[in-house]
C-alpha cells in the first residue's frame, strides 16, 4: 500500500510560480514510479509528468514542457512538481499518482492516488 499527499497549492498570477509537494508512506518510495496529473472543471484527467523509481526519466506533456519540472527525493520520500511561466489554462486540480503498472501516460495504468491540490492561475 501506498499513501499520498499532496501540498503546494494555491492563487497565483499568470507567468508565477508553485511548487508542489507529494509526500508518500507505505511501500519503500524508490520502488515505484510517480506521476502528476490534473483535472480542470468539466475536463477529464490529463497527464502533466511522470518520473521513473530513481528519478533518471521524466515524462512530460506537450501543454507543459519546458515550463515544468517533475523531480523526487527518495531519502525525503517526496515528489515534487516545479511550475513556472504559470497560465490560466493551468487551473486544476493536481494529483499525485503511483506505481503505474503499465505506461505513464493513462491514470488507469496508476494504482494509487492523493487528494489533490487546487492550482488557480489569475489573469
Known amino acids: 500500500q501506498v499513501q499520498l499527499v499532496e501540498s503546494g497549492g494555491g492563487l497565483v498570477q499568470a507567468g508565477g510560480s508553485l511548487r508542489l509537494s507529494c509526500a508518500a508512506s507505505g511501500r519503500t518510495f524508490s520502488s515505484y514510479a510517480m506521476g502528476w496529473f490534473r483535472q480542470a472543471p468539466g475536463k477529464e484527467r490529463e497527464f502533466v509528468a511522470a518520473i521513473s523509481r530513481s528519478g533518471g526519466s521524466t515524462y512530460y506533456a506537450d501543454s507543459v514542457k519546458g515550463r515544468f519540472t517533475i523531480s523526487r527525493d527518495n531519502a525525503k520520500n517526496t515528489m515534487y512538481l516545479q511550475m513556472n511561466s504559470l497560465k490560466p489554462e493551468d487551473t486544476a486540480v493536481y494529483y499525485c499518482?503511483?506505481?503505474?503498472?503499465?505506461?505513464?501516460?493513462?491514470?488507469?495504468?496508476?494504482?494509487?492516488w492523493g487528494q489533490g491540490t487546487r492550482v488557480t492561475v489569475s489573469s
Open positions: 499518482a503511483a506505481d503505474p503498472s503499465g505506461g505513464y501516460y493513462h491514470s488507469r495504468n496508476y494504482n494509487y
